[in-house]
């Protein structure tokens, strides 16, 4: 059976040259959590707008594969696609605050991504609404119907957009950082609702984080992304158990680990920032700010593996670690 | 060179060939403006049947060579436009800039007076006044410059709230700057572009108010070429000699459109905010 | 939100009486009215019974408060031309100028909102720039003149549509055209203006990840937002249409208010003239306060704060 996405080589550039993705590679089975993780600026957003096509405009994608079941999403007319997204495509942002619209009720709103999709009449749409206000933990579903966002708490916004984004049942929801604009209790509530709802309903969830917190706690698959390349791609014990490329390794030691890390250590960071990254950039887009970085790493860096199902980009060998430590 | 430049150089040429006129009237125009020839009245333009090459635009109603009092009229019009946007600005940015940078009560009194302004009809009682006080070129002025001014102070009043929170009049304010010199070599400069977007819209508005006021027949009185009493005293004709009324219009309309063209060049180039 | 409405309407008569002050004092201060009622060929015996029949005698303060107070009981005193009622006479005149100003402000926004709305979509495109440049020219063109030239073009050579008068509904297309153009630029860069803010924000993703379509996305969910500030300058368009409807009235030869103060103004006939701007800055203040009102029910922000 295929995956439920399914994607190779995808490709973003923005109007002004920026090479936003290159070359961005995964799969999301059924069932399965899957976490685009990295810095703000190295092009998760961008991947999965890209997979929805809800890009910019003035940016154009390119991929060799970019599937959802059997339907090649690059071949789909827009008008296609939109009847897509929202039905079995569905997708949640960071911005719970702005996301909603001001001048319609939450009712309203909710009701009609699903008349759009299917033939149902608005008061049983309604039902439906409230059915999953319910189901995403919000008191009172009938009252908050009625209600506008601006009535609305953070966390309570964020909730309904995730209940708004199960209206028909979707198949694969991307979660675009949904809970970093929360507050750390909110933030739980919502990672838990996501968990359960996934095994209730099987979903196959692209969750894009920066908090390798979330990563440990939720994912069964990781990609790593850096630069608009994926450098590192396992599953998620593999990735904490022998992260293997400069960057992901880098990310892991700026979380302190209680007992593990010395107190009167600095908490680990990776200097410098994500470079942009213009058409003619070449070469891995990590070596100005890595410390293993050779004059090799100018050239297209290497897809190598670690073990079977986890594989970085990068030049040095899978236990360069092990052996610098010796 | 980008359309926008392209827009930007067509008002420059514009505004400076209607000065150009305007200025060198008396040394260019062909005939006394106000010379009545009886002999030679409504004589069509030199392109169409019946015109002649000693009157270009052909004459009015009173044998008046109708090129000559074109010319003559680009002066009025930007004498009034001109003399009409420094009166307005003056009230205008004063009463701007006092109710922006001291806020409170201060700002209360501007906002009534800006609220006021804005429920006077504005060409009615432009015409109640010049009819009451009679029709001169001081009395259009006037009246127009003292109507005209709630733009300006709009605008000075928004740019010297954002201003008057930068660091720079803070330091002034702490090396005890008096407040005059605050408000006049600290916070005028900086929201001088501004102004100047400002400026030439109520120009453009202050030129096509003089003209429907002298269309009236209570702007600028006659025999004085306004374009606006032009077209007026065209529009008897109009039926049988449309070009009456055409060639003081487009002339109108030309300038006006330039003024705009130069206002939003300006307005790009000195990086003013959108339009209000 | 009462309280908000009373402040407002406390505001709203505090303008009224400014303007009337302000508009009393210019006029009164302009001349003497009793010598332009009596006409050039009055003794100056005529012109003392003159000033003693309307009250001119007396001090300026005083004949002010006697105007107002029975202007406060609705009576604004009597037309020196017709000798009849000055409210009879704005009136009977009224429907004209309303009929007028609001088929004007009908056209003016199903011409900007639409060129409004494809602007925003096509921002920087050539589409745009050349929408832009249709507002450029609009606002450049005098209406007197534009007036003008359609009566001799649609009037006179095609005899489409009657040249003055307004005997049919036909008669008033094309000066409700001219009043038209004056507010079409102004609304439509605005129009512009809150579509694009409006199109780039976060919710308009959510309408397109919900798969909406995009007549949709950009009418119902976009427009709505970009509506509130279009409907506070349409009030206020709406106002100036009526004020600037003077023009139109004059050269279409429509006999409405507009018409009645050109009227009057040329005729000295002092209390008309007053009561239109009376007129002329309550319906203002009105329309102000209708659009705030409005927006309340377009925002629900405004509505609960």
């Known amino acids: ?326 | 060179m980008s359309l926008r430049h392209i827009a930007f150089g067509l008002g420059v040429l514009i505004v400076g060939v209607v000065l150009v006129a305007g200025v060198l009237a008396p040394y260019i125009a062909p005939h006394d403006p106000f010379a009545q020839d009886l002999m030679q009245r409504m004589i069509p333009p030199e392109w169409m049947d019946g015109g002649s090459a000693l009157h270009p635009f052909g004459t009015d109603q009173l044998g008046r060579d109708y090129l000559s009092r074109l010319l003559y009229g680009a002066r009025i019009s930007l004498l009034i436009g001109t003399l009409a946007v420094v009166t307005s600005g003056l009230i205008g940015i004063t009463l701007g800039i006092l109710g922006g940078y001291f806020g409170g009560r201060v700002d209360d009194v501007v906002m009534f007076a800006i609220t006021c302004r804005l429920s006077i009809p504005l060409i009615l009682v432009a015409l109640t006044v010049v009819a009451f006080v009679g029709s001169s070129l001081t009395v259009v002025v006037l009246t127009l410059g003292l109507l005209l001014w709630d733009r300006f102070a709009v605008v000075a009043r928004t740019t010297t709230m954002q201003v008057r929170t930068l660091d720079y009049i803070a330091a002034a304010q702490a090396a005890g700057a008096s407040r005059l010199h605050i408000l006049s070599r600290e916070v005028l400069p900086n929201i001088l572009s501004h102004l100047v977007v400002v400026a030439t819209l109520e120009m453009a508005l202050a030129i096509l108010l003089e003209a429907a006021l002298s269309f009236l027949g209570l702007g600028v009185p006659p025999p004085l070429p306004s374009w606006g009493l032009m077209i007026a005293e065209g529009k008897d004709y109009m039926f049988f000699s449309p070009w009456v009324i055409m060639i003081p219009g487009i002339a109108l309309f030309v300038l006006v459109l330039g003024i705009n063209l130069l206002g939003d060049g300006l307005r790009d180039m000195l990086g003013a905010g959108r339009r209000p | 939100m009462l309280q908000f409405l009373l402040r407002r309407a406390l505001l709203a008569v505090l303008v009224c009486l400014t303007v009337l002050v302000v508009s009393f004092v210019l006029t009164r201060l302009s001349g003497d009215l009793a010598i332009s009622i009596a006409g050039p060929n009055a003794t100056a015996e005529d012109i003392a019974t003159i000033r003693q029949n309307y009250g001119l005698d007396r001090p300026l303060v005083v004949q002010f408060l006697d105007w107002a107070a029975h202007a406060a009981r609705g009576d604004l005193g009597s037309s020196y031309l017709y000798h009849a009622p000055v409210a009879g006479l704005i009136a009977d005149r009224l429907p004209i100028t309303l009929t007028l100003g609001l088929s004007g402000l009908a056209i003016a926004l199903l011409v900007a909102i639409p060129l409004g709305i494809l602007s925003a979509m096509h921002e920087g495109t050539v589409i745009d720039r050349g929408i832009g440049l249709v507002a450029l020219i609009g606002q450049a063109m005098p209406s007197f003149w534009l007036g003008l030239v359609l009566i001799i073009v649609v009037g006179l050579k095609l005899q489409w549509l009657p040249i003055s008068g307004v005997d049919t509904w036909e008669g008033y297309i094309m000066p409700a055209i001219v009043l038209a153009f004056s507010a079409i630029p102004a609304l439509m860069r605005l129009t512009r203006a809150g579509m694009i803010d409006a199109l780039a924000s976060d919710y308009i993703r959510t309408a397109r990840a919900k798969g909406l379509r995009t007549a949709r996305i950009v009418l119902k969910h976009a427009l709505r937002n970009a509506a509130m500030p279009v409907v506070s300058v349409a009030a206020v368009q709406l106002g100036f249409m009526l004020g600037g409807s003077i023009v139109i009235e004059a050269v279409f030869a429509l006999h409405g208010v507009g018409y009645l103060a050109w009227e009057s103004i040329s005729k000295n006939d002092f209390p008309v003239v007053q009561a239109v701007v009376l007129f002329l800055a309550i319906v203002y203040i009105g329309l102000t306060l209708a659009a705030d009102m409005m927006n309340a029910v377009l925002d629900p922000r405004l509505r609960s704060a």
């Open chain 1, 1 to 326: 059976m295929n995956a439920v996405l399914e994607v190779a080589n995808l490709r973003v550039a923005f109007a002004n040259g920026t090479q936003a993705v290159r070359g961005v590679s995964l799969k999301v089975e059924r069932g399965e959590t899957h976490c685009l993780v990295g810095e703000s600026g190295c092009g998760k957003s961008v991947s999965s707008l890209a997979v929805m096509n809800l890009l910019a405009r003035g940016a154009t994608r390119s991929a060799d594969v970019l599937r959802f079941h059997d339907t090649d999403l690059m071949k789909l007319s827009e008008r296609h696609m939109a009847a897509l997204r929202g039905d079995k495509l569905a997708m949640i942002f960071q911005e719970p605050m702005t996301s909603l619209n001001p001048a319609y009720t939450i009712g309203s709103q909710m009701a009609e991504a699903l008349t759009r999709h299917r033939r149902v009449s608005r008061a049983k749409a309604l039902d439906r609404a409230a059915e999953l206000l319910g189901r995403v933990g919000i008191t009172a579903p009938g009252m908050r119907l009625a209600q506008y966002p601006h009535q609305l708490s953070g966390g309570l916004r964020q909730r309904v957009m995730i209940a708004m984004a199960l209206m028909c049942d979707p198949e694969l929801l991307i979660a675009d950082e949904p809970t970093t604009a929360l507050d750390v209790t909110v933030q739980a509530q919502i990672l838990r609702l996501l968990q359960s709802l996934q095994r209730e309903l099987g979903l196959a969830l692209l969750l894009i984080t920066h908090d390798l917190g979330i990563v440990a706690r939720m994912a069964q698959r990781v990609s790593v992304m850096y630069a608009g390349e994926v450098v590192e791609s396992a599953s998620a014990e593999a990735l904490f158990a022998q992260p293997t490329h400069p960057y992901t390794r880098g990310l892991l030691a700026c979380i302190p680990i209680p007992g593990a890390s010395r107190r009167d250590e600095p908490l680990g960071s990776i200097p410098g920032v994500v470079p942009r990254i213009g058409p003619d950039f070449q070469g891995c887009g990590f070596r100005d700010r890595c410390a293993h970085a050779a004059p090799i790493c100018a050239q297209v860096a290497p897809l190598q593996h670690a073990a079977p199902g986890h594989d970085y980009l990068c030049r040095l060998p899978p236990d360069w670690s092990a052996a610098e430590a010796a």
